[in-house]
């Protein structure tokens, strides 16, 4: 079975930093590219980094380029985002999401439970 | 970018009516479409990829059709489980862009 378990949510102030780790489990992990999709509190799905098997190739939404970095560890399966500068608007569950299939075609077929990453003063 | 328009905001409709939610792009995204259903503290879930073709395990009256920038998800017959908040996905460029959604509540 796909397990795929978020970690590393909390509160931060702005501008603070924090790092979001996803244990992935029941799946050849370095067989799949990896995401990131968030939800802000009572608002719709916002796309925001993925990241290919190898990590050869990494994608950002403009929205958190510069200033998070996605990456991976095949060796522990794991998939991480670390958050830098983070503003008001980060506010969101931050789910962690693998490509359904090796097709190198983006949508998600397995998701976490999510992790609420809330930035406040 | 590709804007993800969906129609409407909210459905309301009764127990085992048909529910036909809307997803235009705001240029062609092929087939490359994907549909999910998400449910109040839950995780979305992935119905529809390929703008047509049904996930494992999604029931037969889930139906999904379109291509280009005009796509339409079908649910035949409304069952309790399915009153949730459904997303449309375009995985055709980058950035990838979700719509909206369509809220299907009991009427």
């Known amino acids: 079975e796909v397990q795929l378990v978020e970690s590393g949510g909390g509160l931060v102030k702005p501008g603070g930093s924090l790092r979001l780790s996803c244990a992935a489990s029941?799946?050849?992990?370095?067989?799949?590219?990896m995401n990131w999709v968030r939800q802000a509190p009572g608002k719709g799905l916002e796309w925001v980094s993925s990241?290919?098997?190898?990590?050869?190739?990494?994608y950002y939404a403009d929205s958190v380029k510069g200033r998070f970095t996605i990456s991976r560890d095949n060796a522990k399966n794991s998939l991480y985002l670390q958050m830098n500068s983070l503003r008001a608007e980060d506010t969101a569950v931050y789910y962690c999401?693998?490509?359904?299939?090796?097709?190198?075609?983006?949508?998600?077929?397995?998701w976490g439970q999510g992790t609420l990453v809330t930035v406040s003063s | 970018e590709i804007v993800m328009t969906q129609s409407p905001a909210t459905l309301s409709v009764s127990p085992g009516e048909r529910a036909t939610l809307s997803c235009r792009a705001s240029?062609?995204?092929?087939?490359?479409l994907a549909w999910y259903q998400q449910k109040p503290g839950q995780a979305p879930r992935l119905l529809i990829y390929?703008?047509?073709t049904r996930a494992t395990g999604i029931p037969a009256r889930f139906n999904g059709s379109g291509s280009g920038t005009e796509f339409t998800l079908t649910i035949s017959s409304l069952q309790s489980e399915d009153f949730a908040v459904y997303y449309c996905?375009?995985?055709?460029?980058?950035?990838?862009?979700f719509g909206g959604g369509t809220k299907v509540e009991i009427k």
């Open positions: 999401a693998r490509n359904l299939d090796s097709s190198g075609w983006y949508f998600f077929g397995y």
């Open positions: 029941g799946f050849t992990f370095s067989s799949y590219s």
């Open positions: 990241i290919s098997s190898s990590s050869s190739y990494i």
């Open positions: 240029q062609s995204v092929s087939s490359n």
């Open positions: 390929g703008a047509s």
């Open positions: 996905q375009q995985y055709n460029n980058w950035p990838l862009t």
